[in-house]
């Protein structure tokens, strides 16, 4: 099975964020995407370039064009927004992002009506119709296809670190789940979703493509759900792994550290060098280190057991990426990330809210709708 893919001629950006549509009253989830989606595409039909449906009803997925810069791609998610908030303002819904609804039950929501989803739940029956989750998905351009697959690989070892840096969802159904990413833990559950499978390289991508089609384990790669993944049509590879995350200032530092990653894995790869690549059971425990332990994590940095606080790790990838980072005009987003962990990730901020209103989780939403609007001025 051949899988063409269309190289970028750069490290270009895109990103994709899933917002969630909240009864300002109720603060719970209203499943009015349908309505809102009509009124800001121009022929009312719901199809808006930039603004589309997600699986439940009560989320819209904002993404950007294709961007150069992190600050053209946050600038692009800020015109969307802003459209889409007008509109919901009306109905008095607001906008927010977390990795899962601090208090509403997912058996509540409505599935949107296509042939896509529809076959999804029929599929996967609990296991999708339980996600009601939400996410920040990167997309970054490669220059070739045989890049994607080393890229891939490279780039598990990053994985705790964005995990950590975007961990918003310890809430579940009004209850403390203990973890900092419930969502990661959530999303996994899905057959063909969760950690990649580490292969060696495009041709062997095709044959498993091929095998899982074969098989009618999927109809399309599309149903290939990975924390990090190539993206054949794109020309990029995808980090997956982040929960939503609430302000476009969390959102730029991620895009900063992606952006940053993929271009020096793929100057390595330009220059002859063979990219790194963890061991299996590393990558795996460190992920449910940070699901479960958020920015308190300490992470597994190599083969033979050393550990390190993923703040430090955080802290010292910066460092090492801003000669990359000033090349690529996203120096001052890369180093918002120290002042975010000193701010604390968002699933500190919610408990912290949760813990100053007796444990009501209300609040929580009011402080993820006021994230949303005002941001954090990192």
């Known amino acids: 099975m051949r899988i063409d893919f269309t190289p970028s001629q750069r490290t270009s950006l895109g990103v994709e964020w899933e917002l969630e549509l909240v009864d300002l009253d109720t603060r719970q989830l209203t499943g009015v995407s349908n309505e809102l989606l009509a009124e800001i595409s121009a022929d009312g039909d719901g199809e808006h370039p930039k603004a589309k449906h997600e699986l439940l009803q009560s989320c819209v997925e904002v993404i950007t064009g294709i961007c150069q810069t992190v600050a053209e791609a946050r600038a692009d998610l800020a015109g969307t927004v802003d459209e889409l908030a007008g509109y919901a303002g009306k109905r008095n819904v607001g906008l927010m992002c977390s990795g899962s609804h601090p208090i509403t039950d997912w058996s509540t929501q409505q599935i949107t009506d296509t042939e896509r989803y529809h076959a999804l739940i029929e599929r996967n029956q609990w296991m999708a119709r339980q996600l009601q989750i939400f996410g920040v998905h990167v997309h970054c351009g490669i220059r070739a296809p045989e890049k994607a697959i080393p890229i891939v690989n490279a780039l598990l070892q990053y994985l705790p670190h964005f995990l950590s840096l975007s961990a918003s969802s310890p809430y579940w159904i009004g209850a403390d789940t203990g973890l900092a990413s419930y969502r990661s833990k959530v999303f996994e559950a899905l057959p063909t979703a969760g950690l990649p499978y580490q292969l060696s390289g495009w041709d062997e991508f095709e044959k498993y493509m091929e095998i899982l089609i074969s098989s009618n384990a999927i ?153 949303m609007r005002d941001g954090l001025h990192l």
Not at 248 to 255: G, P, Q
């Open 219 to 371: 109809e399309s790669i599309r149903e290939v759900w990975w924390d990090i993944r190539p993206h054949p049509n794109f020309g990029t590879v995808e980090l997956r792994i982040c929960d939503g995350l609430p302000s476009l200032d969390e959102i730029t530092c991620v895009a900063a550290l992606a952006q940053c990653l993929v271009e020096r894995f793929d100057r390595q790869l330009d220059d002859g060098y063979t990219l790194p690549e963890p061991r299996p059971w590393l990558v795996r425990e460190n992920k449910w280190r940070a699901a479960r332990y958020g920015l308190d994590a300490e992470i597994v940095i190599d083969n033979t057991g050393r550990v390190q606080p993923v703040k430090d790790a955080l802290n010292d990838v910066v460092e090492d990426l801003l000669p990359i980072a000033r090349r690529l005009e996203c120096a001052d987003e890369l180093e918002m990330i120290p002042r975010l962990v000193e701010r604390g990730g968002s699933y500190q901020r919610q408990r912290a809210v949760a813990a100053e209103n007796g444990g009501q989780l209300e609040p929580v939403v009011d402080l993820l709708l006021a994230e």
